[in-house]
């Protein structure tokens, strides 16, 4: 009798794993979608991110064209950006708050281009941060182990 290895068929592997955020297809659809946001002065969408990304701020720098700002202003608030814009649930916070909801219009999205930012950034290994200088000091990381 033959092992099973129980794997995913490849149709239950996309459905199962796909992108919930999934990626631009271009620039230019990153720009249209951009373009759309009214960089609130006061912004729900800022209020409600739990790591207070300026999401107007970096919306607005991917409309000018500086990708590379953008990153950087979502990695500096959040060094796990790229990973959380794939990941967080932004129809319960930032996108669930957009002024747009309130107009009935489809609320931008915020993930994608938070996603197209960072991925640029990561591809293009651009260098965002610089390491700050030795101060001589180590760090020891201790984990505990329970074996019951």
Same mark, same amino acid.
């Given at each position: 009798?033959?092992?099973?290895n129980?794997?995913? /068929?490849?149709?239950?592997?996309?459905?199962?794993?796909?992108?919930?955020?999934?990626?631009?297809?271009? !620039?230019?659809?990153?720009?249209?979608?951009?373009?759309?946001?009214?960089? $609130? *002065?006061?912004?729900? $969408? #800022?209020? +409600?991110?739990? /790591?207070?990304?300026?999401?107007?701020?970096?919306?607005?720098?991917? /409309? #000018?064209?500086?990708?590379?700002? +953008?990153? *950087? #202003?979502?990695?500096?608030?959040?060094?796990?950006?790229?990973?959380?814009?794939k990941?967080?649930?932004?129809?319960?916070? $930032?996108?669930? +708050? $957009?002024?747009?909801?309130?107009?009935?219009?489809?609320?931008?999205?915020?993930?994608?281009?938070?996603r *197209?930012? %960072?991925?640029?950034?990561? /591809?293009?290994?651009?260098?965002?941060?610089q390491?700050?200088?030795? %101060?001589? !000091?180590?760090?020891?990381?201790?984990?505990?182990?329970?074996?019951?």
């Amino acid at each position: 009798m033959p092992i099973l290895n129980n794997r995913l /068929t490849a149709e239950q592997y996309e459905q199962n794993f796909s992108d919930i955020h999934p990626p631009f297809d271009s !620039r230019e659809a990153a720009l249209v979608e951009a373009n759309r946001c009214l960089f $609130c *002065y006061d912004a729900p $969408c #800022t209020k +409600s991110c739990p /790591t207070s990304i300026n999401i107007p701020k970096f919306i607005k720098q991917i /409309t #000018t064209d500086n990708v590379k700002g +953008s990153a *950087y #202003t979502i990695l500096d608030a959040n060094i796990m950006g790229g990973g959380c814009s794939k990941v967080c649930p932004v129809e319960k916070l $930032c996108e669930g +708050s $957009c002024v747009f909801n309130l107009l009935e219009e489809p609320p931008i999205p915020i993930a994608k281009l938070q996603r *197209y930012s %960072t991925e640029k950034a990561i /591809t293009h290994k651009w260098p965002l941060f610089q390491r700050k200088p030795s %101060t001589g !000091r180590r760090v020891a990381v201790v984990v505990l182990v329970r074996r019951d």
